[in-house]
């Protein structure tokens, strides 16, 4: 068996990180057992710096760097590994804060994973410590459909084309009109959450084919909030609903703070760049 | 961060309960896609070089089934999106009536691609 220790296979397997933890008794790290991974398997916990990896087992094949590039692109793969990974870390965020991975993190070998806890950690316990007793609630607002009232079209003097013509100018202006007060309305409320929340970031709205709503959407906010004042938070938003007919607003979560995990955003759509 | 599902407020107050239906996926996709902290890792992907766009709008055109399942549909009433046209690949916040008008004038070239890239979505 010494003969081939210059021969060594490959790695077959890696790690695939799903988020991070602060370090627990090892009874309750035992429990991680009961949560499902990307293929299904328990997930397994690394311990580094007083810092636990929650990762799964992630067979090369599958997920090294060249057949992720490939499965990446496959919807069906992606929806699977996506809902997989945001399982697993919500699982995680029902016990504890934590700090979400983005999708796609793997090391070849649990040996790296601990590397990064250590050469990461001061990062890594500020934003556990941040989230700790908080979590993040998204806010969208979509632009009612005809929400303000065209003034009916006065039957003025002059011929049926004249009359076109002056009703398409109403029409134009009252969208325009509508889509400005929208606009301010959402700033509007997201101003007002902001005072609320311990801190709120605006997204990029989304398009309305991935949003599955037909209504334009003009707000895509996320708000990181306390738990002693998520009643008074969803109340807000309720009367900021009434406040601004013009948007319908829609309340999600608690979501993991996926958005709060960085005291800087990352630029979007960025991964494994190395540090 | 108690919840195991989570619910969904309308701007009426009322709380409609989220049952058992999964999260949104376009939701959970933007999530685990675009934040949650970046480690370099051994491997390494970038999804810049991913046409996330595409991807997007394949959620809702190539997995018809997948789509139907967390419940959307409306793409079926929608013209432009029945043609299997692309969407403008522009970040950020746009005004939707101007998009719209920028999308008719390239329907036509679109629709010739179309038979092309039926291939390459179903594929």
């Known amino acids: 068996m010494v003969d081939v220790a210059t021969d060594l296979p490959a790695a077959t397997t890696g790690a695939w990180l799903h988020g991070v933890v602060r370090d627990a008794d090892p009874a309750t790290l035992a429990t991680l057992a009961t949560i499902a991974g990307i293929d299904g398997g328990p997930v397994r916990a690394v311990s580094a710096a007083g810092l636990v990896a929650v990762v799964s087992t992630a067979p090369l094949d599958e997920y090294g760097e060249e057949p992720l590039r490939r499965n990446l692109e496959d919807l069906v793969w992606l929806e699977r590994v996506a809902r997989a990974h945001h399982a697993v870390v919500e699982a995680l965020a029902r016990r504890g804060p934590v700090v979400p991975a983005r999708l796609a993190t793997v090391h070849t070998d649990d040996g790296r994973v601990a590397g990064t806890l250590a050469a990461r950690r001061a990062e890594l316990v500020a934003a556990l410590d941040r989230l700790t007793g908080r979590g993040e609630w998204g806010v969208k607002g979509f632009l009612v459909p005809g929400a303000a009232t065209v003034t009916a079209g006065t039957a003025a003097a002059g011929g049926v084309g004249t009359a076109y013509l002056r009703r398409r100018r109403a029409q134009l202006t009252a969208r325009e009109e509508r889509q400005q007060l929208a606009s301010a309305a959402a700033d509007a409320v997201h101003s007002a959450l902001c005072e609320l929340a311990v801190v709120g970031r605006r997204h990029a709205p989304q398009d309305r084919r991935l949003s599955g709503v037909p209504a334009p959407m003009v707000l895509n906010g996320a708000y990181l909030v306390d738990v002693a004042a998520l009643p008074r938070f969803k109340e807000l938003v309720g009367s900021l609903g009434r406040r601004h007919p013009g948007l319908e607003l829609e309340l999600t979560g608690p979501w993991p703070a996926y958005s709060f995990v960085a005291d800087r955003p990352e630029p979007a759509l960025t991964v494994g760049r190395p540090g | ?123």
């Open chain 2, 1 to 123: 961060m108690t919840a195991a599902q989570p619910p969904v407020v309308q701007n009426s107050g009322q709380v409609l309960p989220a049952g058992h239906e999964p999260a949104n996926l376009g939701d959970i996709l933007e999530r685990v896609l675009d934040r949650g902290i970046v480690i370099a890792g051994d491997i390494r992907v970038s999804l810049l070089d991913i046409e996330l766009l595409t991807l997007k709008l394949r959620l809702v055109i190539a997995s018809v089934d997948t789509a139907r399942q967390i419940g959307i549909d409306w793409w079926e009433h929608d013209p432009w999106l029945s043609s299997r046209a692309r969407p403008p690949v522009e970040p950020g916040p746009r005004d939707p009536e101007e998009v719209d008008a920028q999308r008719r004038p390239r329907l036509e070239a679109r629709a010739r691609r179309r038979d092309a890239e039926l291939e390459e979505w179903d594929g």
